[in-house]
């Protein structure tokens, strides 16, 4: 018997963050009956005066949302991380060990308007959405450490509030994810002399088989070790460490994929696709100064859908006690998406 990716189990390793994936195509056979739900529903009104995000509504804090005209930036009223805390004691327990945790969170509105998102945006409105991105991680990234700008999209996804924004959450410390990635991306590169992405890039445009969308500067894929049934990655062309390293062609052209990207997943089931996305880049802070070849800035969309608008995937046990497992190939995956078309379904 002949073996088939694309019928016989396997395991695919992740050299980002050195682990295997199982993927077993043949239980894509099986008949569904768990869980489904709900799609999202597209109808929501330009202003709501109870939105927060709004211009020109009271939030939860007291505080005034003012009556912007592009992107507003302010410092989220319940975050997560605070820029000052009483330091916990120092132990010399190996297991009940605990670090300072300080920084700050931040929401970003992309624009006024409730009823707009990427699709929808004009190139210059988009840009605008990068530009701010941008100025947020310059500026973040003098003081802390890690920048982590990353949104989520959709209530499967626990956003609840429909208004098109996105979060900054800035940190002393360096997070799992990105730690992980930044151990394994320095030993690929010690060991290769060359860029894991940007070989891993390369290697991509040659083979042409995970490809969903790509232009002058940037490129789609779903990668060959993707966990998510329709997990993507986007990856410049052109190495650069961090956003703060985009310049203005790079800019325009990410415009184009956060309008096609989104415009693709939604065409796919044809609903507002949920997912959680977000940009890794080299560590900043007292790294900033720190030679950091090994890094190549990429973005990460991570969706939940499965099968259709109403079915996701369960990240339970087998994944939960073992390893992640996927049944659709990321082949098949990076086709789907491929083939939708790059204007947006109407209702």
């Known amino acids: 018997m002949t073996f088939n990716p694309n019928e016989h189990q396997h395991l695919r390793y992740n050299p980002l963050k050195d682990e295997w994936v199982l993927v077993s195509p043949h239980r894509s056979l099986r008949p569904w009956s768990g869980q489904t739900e709900t799609p999202p529903t597209e109808e929501v009104p330009r202003f709501?005066?109870?939105?927060?995000?709004?211009?020109?509504?009271?939030?939860?804090?007291?505080?005034?949302?003012?009556?912007?005209?592009?992107?507003?930036?302010?410092?989220?009223?319940?975050?997560?991380?605070?820029?000052e805390g009483p330091e916990p004691a120092e132990s010399d327990d190996p297991l009940f060990q605990t670090k300072t945790a300080k920084g700050t969170c931040r929401v970003i509105c992309y624009h006024p308007y409730t009823d707009v998102y990427f699709y929808n945006l004009s190139t210059k409105e988009i840009?605008?959405?990068?530009?701010?991105?941008?100025?947020?991680?310059?500026?973040?990234?003098?003081?802390?450490?890690?920048?982590?700008?990353?949104e989520n999209r959709g209530t499967m996804m626990g956003c609840s509030n429909p208004h098109p924004h996105c979060q900054i959450w800035a940190s002393t410390f360096l997070p799992n994810e990105p730690r992980i990635k930044d151990i394994n991306l320095r030993k690929f590169y010690d060991k290769y002399q060359k860029p894991m992405l940007q070989d891993y890039v390369e290697k991509e445009l040659q083979k042409r088989?995970?490809?969903?969308?790509?232009?002058?500067?940037?490129?789609?894929?779903?990668?060959?070790?993707?966990?998510?049934?329709?997990?993507?990655?986007?990856?410049?062309?052109?190495?650069?460490?961090?956003?703060?390293?985009?310049?203005d062609r790079q800019k325009e052209a990410l415009a184009q994929v956060l309008q096609t990207v989104v415009v693709k997943y939604d065409n796919l089931f044809k609903c507002k696709f949920p997912y959680s996305m977000g940009w890794h880049g080299a560590p900043t802070g007292d790294k900033l100064e720190e030679c950091q070849p090994h890094w190549t800035?990429?973005?990460?969309?991570?969706?939940?859908?499965?099968?259709?608008?109403?079915?996701?995937?369960?990240m339970v046990g087998y994944?939960?006690?073992?390893?992640?497992?996927?049944?659709?190939?990321?082949?098949?995956?990076?086709?789907?998406?491929?083939?939708q078309p790059e204007k947006r379904f109407s209702l």
């Not at 005066?49 to 009271?58: M, R």
């Not at 990068?130 to 920048?147: C, F, M, P, S």
């Not at 789609?220 to 703060?244: D, G, S």
């Open 127 to 150: 840009v605008a959405v990068i530009d701010e991105w941008i100025k947020q991680a310059k500026e973040l990234g003098r003081e802390y450490t890690w920048v982590q700008i990353f």
């Open 319 to 339: 994944e939960v006690l073992a390893q992640a497992q996927r049944d659709l190939t990321v082949e098949k995956a990076a086709a789907m998406l491929r083939e």
């Open 48 to 83: 709501d005066p109870t939105n927060p995000l709004c211009p020109g509504v009271t939030r939860a804090s007291g505080k005034v949302t003012p009556k912007y005209e592009s992107t507003y930036v302010f410092e989220n009223d319940f975050p997560a991380l605070l820029q």
């Open 209 to 247: 088989e995970r490809i969903v969308y790509e232009n002058s500067e940037w490129v789609v894929v779903v990668p060959y070790w993707a966990v998510w049934p329709f997990e993507t990655m986007v990856l410049p062309k052109r190495q650069i460490q961090r956003f703060t390293d985009v310049d």
């Open 297 to 314: 800035f990429h973005g990460i969309y991570i969706p939940p859908l499965l099968r259709s608008a109403t079915v996701k995937k369960f």
